[in-house]
């Protein structure tokens, strides 16, 4: 048996405890709802895409954070953002108007070339909006089986609430565009982001695999994913089709030119097609690190970089990649070449820049 004393110090301490735990309750702020806060750190921060919106280059990474410069990367600064979720991809299709995607299945949009954001879109709504979208379709074609297990994922999805992040963004002019991420997450937009439409039943991905990429070269479009999973949208069928490919593990990204396409992803895999990705050369590299980040340079080459910071070049001379020198490395996770030529790096040590070699 417990003194007096000792008895109302226990009974002191609950309750103490107990106003505490009220107190962090009733100043709980879901991410959502909680705007990036402005730090100097922030270009320090550990940064995951990067991208130009005309000449000025726009940045975009954990806690919310995006900045933007107007001097090729010399000096940053941070953008109004109303959300504090990681952001993953970020895309302009011109040089006012853009879209970032993160955790949390958040969508942004910017009209003034990044320098503010709104919120278009947030994993709050996604599963109701995937659930009304298939249980429509399921009552109107109610023998289509299909229609039913997309219902169930997107009842998933409010079940399991705001935590399925978008993973990239593409948009081919201020009104289509397209999000994907995680589980065959994918939704399409014909009035730049003021309403959206699930497209699971329009892409071939029967098992729910990740989509990672989703990237234009000429008029092709293209989503890579785990698995050896690729897709190319197919106009006359109005749904991404299955590309088979000779490697089986997960692609982190896809780039390209006119009337060709590489992919590149894990252990140092780079496959390049010139036939719209019905045949397949493999771009070998001596490293067994794998690919996070590529650009096509001002003189039309490709340039990737690995989770380590190394950068090589594909040369079309070469079927083997080669390594470029570097003074100093550091991991990428974004790559974009700036207006003079440099190249701006981001990653989980910040932003750098290097002379294009």
Not at 139 to 144: C, I, R, T
Not at 167 to 186: C, H, K, P, S
Not at 210 to 222: F, P, S
Request: hydrophobic letters at 45%; proline letters at 4%.
């Amino acid at each position: 048996m417990c003194s007096f004393n000792k008895c109302v110090l226990l009974v002191l301490c609950a309750t103490l405890t107990l106003q505490q735990a009220v107190a962090q309750a009733a100043s709980y702020v879901d991410v959502l709802d909680l705007p990036a806060k402005a730090s100097a750190l922030a270009l320090r921060s550990s940064l995951l895409d990067v991208t130009r919106a005309g000449e000025r280059l726009v940045s975009v990474g954990q806690r919310g954070h995006i900045l933007y410069s107007d001097d090729a990367g010399k000096t940053w600064q941070q953008a109004a953002v109303p959300v504090s979720s990681d952001l993953n991809a970020v895309y302009f299709p011109t040089a006012k108007h853009g879209w970032a995607v993160g955790n949390d299945g958040v969508i942004l949009h910017s009209s003034d070339a990044g320098l503010t954001w709104s919120k278009q879109l947030d994993g709050r709504q996604i599963g109701e909006l995937v659930l009304k979208h298939y249980s429509t379709l399921a009552a109107a074609e109610p023998g289509n089986e299909q229609w039913t297990i997309l219902a169930a994922a997107g009842q998933r999805l409010v079940d399991e609430g705001a935590d399925k992040p978008f993973l990239d963004v593409w948009f081919a002019d201020e009104q289509l565009g397209y999000a994907v991420g995680v589980f065959n997450l994918i939704l399409r937009t014909t009035d730049g982001g003021q309403s959206w439409t699930p497209f699971q039943d329009r892409t071939d991905n029967p098992q729910g695999l990740h989509l990672n990429a989703i990237a234009a070269t000429g008029d092709a479009l293209y989503i890579a994913g785990e698995q050896g999973l690729l897709r190319k949208w197919d106009a006359i069928l109005e749904r991404f089709t299955e590309l088979e490919t000779p490697y089986e593990g997960s692609f982190f990204g896809v780039i390209g030119k006119p009337g060709e396409v590489l992919v590149y992803g894990l252990r140092g895999n780079v496959l390049h097609s010139r036939d719209g990705g019905y045949t397949w050369l493999a771009r070998p590299i001596d490293l067994q690190i794998s690919f996070s980040a590529a650009l096509v340079d001002a003189q039309g080459h490709y340039r990737l970089f690995t989770q380590a910071g190394h950068q090589l070049l594909a040369e079309d001379s070469q079927p083997r990649l080669r390594l470029l020198p570097q003074a100093q490395q550091a991991p990428v996770a974004g790559a974009i070449q700036a207006a003079n030529g440099a190249l701006i790096l981001v990653g989980a040590r910040g932003v750098r820049s290097l002379p294009a070699q």
